[in-house]
């Protein structure tokens, strides 16, 4: 069951600058450097800026896209734990009121649990990049078919026998190619190099394309309900299904969560730093072995959970909480008085908003911040010293 923790971060719409007053787009380049680099307290501190300024999309996206991009290959089975989890953030997100929804979803604890969890996770397991490179040209014959597998190869056409162009047709058969052929991890890169090819001539003959409504349809549950069936990435999950029918092995809620996490927040600029997610499900097609969906938790990640809200502390709060946070915990807690409760919500004065933050955001994010503040900067405080006690 979720609580309401018992300390109001107080609403506020937060669209390109953050709630304690950061640039969303200099943020994200900076968590996914901190976590790289295994700075855990940075991640987590910044990982609560986000959440307080309801980036909750913005922090999904990215929790996919860095999933799919550095640690499919060292935690493939990770992908069940992560979608499970992000549907349980949709469940939240429903049983909350409406009225109630943006406060409650930023004070929310189980959604700290749940992002301190992954996070801990990212953090604590080896990165693999991956690693290819796609030619300038590459529509030249020249260059593709340095690539190639296949001297023929079938047009592919789509439910209302649409055909596809030539030079598609031909990548997706490239990319098909590996389902019949058992790839292993060093044939990774070379489905992602014609996966990347693909996106790249779509864009090309996007005129091509103009007015023209594919259509591949599918009468597998999990694909269903994606909204978008007109793509050729579509076809291409829907082969990777039929592949997976005769594998008595693989562990299907894998395959589906890999299926859920690239059509999560789905759009089309999203297929290229999700392709990960369709080379692993291409690869565990016709593997002969059963890959274990169960973990364990480990100790960062039960001491990240335990000490979730010392970092939303330092996030920027209104000294006195509003009577609608009040309202809100009092309802999550079943708690009919206010006059029980009123003295929780006094809290202390707290540091100014996220300043702990100049340590590692941008600096040109910081030259104004610094140019305004007249303080001495031995003054400004490192992060350690906010956990110091």
């Known amino acids: 069951m979720d609580v309401i923790v018992p300390y109001g971060i107080k609403y506020k719409k937060c669209n390109k600058i953050s709630l304690s007053g950061y640039k969303k787009t200099q943020i994200f380049p900076f968590l996914e450097k901190n976590l790289i680099d295994k700075n855990s307290e940075n991640v987590m501190a910044i990982v609560a800026e986000l959440h307080c300024s309801s980036y909750y999309n913005d922090i999904d996206n990215f929790i996919i896209y860095f999933f799919s991009n550095y640690l499919i290959l060292s935690i493939v089975s990770y992908s069940f ?23 409650s979803l930023i004070n929310s ?24 490179k796609i030619e300038s040209k590459c529509y030249i014959d020249e260059n593709y078919l340095l690539h190639s ?22 990548g997706i058969r490239e990319i098909l190619y590996w389902i019949d052929n058992k790839p292993s991890l060093e044939n990774i890169e070379k489905i992602l190099y014609w996966i990347n090819w693909c996106i790249r001539i779509e864009k090309l003959e996007k005129k091509l394309y103009k007015g023209v409504n594919l259509q591949f349809t599918s009468n597998y549950a999990v694909l269903k309900n994606v909204k978008k069936k007109s793509r050729w990435e579509y076809f291409l999950w829907i082969k990777i299904w039929q592949a997976n029918e005769k594998n008595n092995f693989l562990n299907k809620l894998l395959l589906k969560s890999l299926t859920k996490l690239f059509y999560y927040n789905y759009k089309n600029n999203k297929i290229k730093e999700r392709a990960g997610l369709i080379a692993i499900a291409i690869l ?19 001491f ?17 909480n509003d009577d609608k946070y009040v309202e809100c915990y009092n309802e999550y807690n ?14 202390n004065t707290l540091e100014k908003k996220m300043d702990f933050l100049r340590d590692y955001v941008p600096k040109e994010q910081q030259k104004k911040e610094i140019s305004d503040n007249k303080e001495d900067k031995s003054n400004i405080k490192k992060i350690t010293e906010y956990f110091s006690n």
């Open 334 to 347: 079943n708690i009919k008085s206010k006059e029980n409760t009123k003295n929780i919500y006094k809290i």
């Open 81 to 103: 734990f992560i979608n499970k989890n992000l549907q349980k953030i949709l469940n939240i997100k429903k049983s909350i009121k409406k009225n109630h929804q943006n406060t």
């Open 304 to 320: 990240t959970s335990l000490n979730a809200n010392q970092f939303y502390k330092n996030v920027q709060i209104d000294d006195d």
């Open 284 to 302: 565990l097609c016709n593997q002969q072995y059963k890959i274990k969906i169960e973990r364990k938790i480990t100790k960062m990640e039960i």
């Open 109 to 132: 604890n189980e959604i700290r649990n749940i992002y301190c969890s992954i996070f801990s996770y990212f953090l604590e397991n080896k990165i693999n990049k991956f690693s290819f």
């Open 149 to 170: 597998n296949l001297q023929k190869f079938h047009i592919v056409y789509d439910e209302n026998n649409v055909a596809l162009s030539e030079k598609l047709s031909r």
